[in-house]
Each structure stands twice: as structure tokens, then as C-alpha cells.
């Protein structure tokens, strides 16, 4: 319960520790655990003191179920740039009322940040995640190396979604509805296929987003459309994907089967 001294102790939160801009890193940002409503109190002079009291970092907070093919590439992201966050496993389409709590549109993922503030959409908080790994970037500074990473991100999630439509309607449409979804899936497999040979864009180390985003939309496909026999077609692709299988991105996000 948040009775009136403690909110205001939080409200003096920034001036204990000194609060800085937007733009500081993770670390900047605490959060007080009271272990009782005796443990703070103002000396004479106004200042605070605690007991039975331990500050901590407040890590990011991902919301969605690595069920998500977009929730995962963001956790994959996060893990492979070393970056700490706590993870609620909501699913957007069973729990509607938890998933608006953090996006009006009830989608997953979000991102909690260490100061509440929330970003939702995956492409937007890769972006986000970029700024703060300058120094092996998700999406490269590089305008050419720029575009290549978004164009092949954005086909890896063109794979996501009609991934997503075949599986949930394919059986509901008309044959040549999902046909175009197929042709599209392996047309977007292909040219990632491509772009995963040796020395080409999804190559380079460490992982980019588009390369992230890739292995995902592979192993998304496998598990939602395993009447999909693709990987014969995309041998580079396949390769990169086993490849990366145990590594920790991948390994620590893959939902149960
Ligand atoms: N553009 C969004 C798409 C996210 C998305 O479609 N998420 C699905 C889960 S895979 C969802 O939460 N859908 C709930 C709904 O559409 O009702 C992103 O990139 O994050």
C-alpha cells in the first residue's frame, strides 16, 4: 500500500539520488524495496535515512509471451547486447486486459523502461535498444548498412506475419489466399537466404537486428507451419539458424513446444 510518507519518500526519490536526464542509462534509475513502513525517516535537518531498506536497480520490463515471434526478436535483442530486463509472458490475443494495461492496442510486446516510461511496437523499441549499445549497434550507423538492416528486418517480419496468417486461418480461406501467403513467405525466406550467405548482410557479428529477426521468422515458421518443408530451399539461412540455435538469444527464448 502506498500510504502518504511513502509517497513522500518517492517523491524525493530523484533529489537521495540524484535524478538525471531521459537519455541516462539504465543504471541511473533505483528503486527502494521498504522491508517495513518504519525503515525511512527525515532527520532534523530533512534529510532522509532509511533502515531495513535495500536499493536496487530497476531493470527493463518486457511484456509478451515468446510465443510472439515480435516479443521474441526484442528478448533475442536484449539478451545478445547484454542488456538486463525482467520478463511478463502476456499473450496478446488470450489476455487482452493485461496487454492494453501497457499499449491501447493490446498488442505485445512493450517495453517498460526503468522510469515507467513505456514503448510499444517491436520495430520501435529495436530502435530504441540501438541507442543504447553504440558500440555494437543493432541497426548500424552506416546509411547503406542502415537500410540493408531494416529493409531485410522488415522482410524477416513480413515472414511474421503471414507466418501468423496461415497458421490461425489458412484452413478458413480461400486456397488462393493462402497460397499468396505461402508465395510470400518463401519469396521473403529467399531473399534472406540470399543475405545470409557467406560475407553477405546478415553475416556480420554480432548478430544484427535484421539477422535476429530472421532466425526468429525460421524458427516461428517450423513451429506454427510444419507442413511448410522450407528450409531445403534456403540452405544459407538454415545454416545461420543452427548455427545460432544454442546460443544464448535464441536458447533462452524458445518457447516450450
Ligand atoms: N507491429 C507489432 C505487432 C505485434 C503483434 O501483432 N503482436 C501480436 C502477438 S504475435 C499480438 O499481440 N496480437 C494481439 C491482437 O492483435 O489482438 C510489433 O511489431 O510489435
Not at 530486463?85 to 496478446?92: K, L, S
Not at 545470409?196 to 525460421?218: E, F, Q
Request: net charge neutral; proline share 7%; aromatic share 8%.
Amino acid at each position: 500500500m502506498l500510504n502518504v510518507a511513502m509517497a513522500e519518500v518517492i517523491s524525493r526519490l530523484p533529489r537521495i539520488f540524484g535524478a538525471r536526464s531521459k537519455s541516462a542509462s539504465m543504471s541511473d534509475f533505483f528503486m527502494i524495496d521498504f522491508i517495513d513502513d518504519r525503515s525511512y525517516s527525515f532527520n532534523p535537518t530533512g534529510r532522509l535515512e532509511f533502515r531495513n531498506a535495500v536499493a536496487r536497480r530497476v531493470p527493463m520490463k518486457l511484456i509478451g509471451t515468446y510465443l510472439s515471434p515480435y516479443a521474441r526478436r526484442v528478448a533475442a535483442a536484449l539478451i545478445s547486447r547484454g542488456l538486463p530486463f525482467e520478463h511478463e509472458a502476456v499473450n496478446g490475443y488470450r489476455e487482452f486486459e493485461i496487454a492494453s494495461r501497457y499499449n491501447p492496442v493490446a498488442k505485445v510486446p512493450s517495453l517498460v523502461l526503468d522510469d515507467g516510461e513505456i514503448l510499444i511496437d517491436s520495430t520501435a523499441i529495436l530502435d530504441y535498444l540501438n541507442e543504447l549499445t553504440p558500440s555494437a549497434p543493432l541497426i548500424p550507423a552506416g546509411s547503406r548498412a542502415r537500410r540493408t538492416t531494416l529493409k531485410l528486418a522488415a522482410i524477416g517480419y513480413g515472414v511474421y506475419e503471414q507466418a501468423a496468417n496461415l497458421s490461425f486461418r489458412g484452413r478458413d480461406v480461400a486456397a488462393t489466399e493462402a497460397g499468396r501467403w505461402k508465395a510470400q513467405i518463401l519469396g521473403g525466406l529467399r531473399a534472406l537466404d540470399e543475405a545470409a550467405r557467406d560475407g553477405g548482410p546478415l553475416r556480420a557479428t554480432p548478430l544484427d537486428a535484421a539477422a535476429i529477426t530472421a532466425i526468429v521468422a525460421v524458427e516461428y515458421l517450423a513451429r506454427t507451419n510444419p507442413d511448410l518443408e522450407t528450409l531445403p530451399a534456403i540452405p544459407a539461412l538454415a545454416e545461420l539458424v543452427a548455427e545460432y540455435r544454442d546460443a544464448p538469444p535464441f536458447a533462452l527464448t524458445r518457447a516450450a513446444a
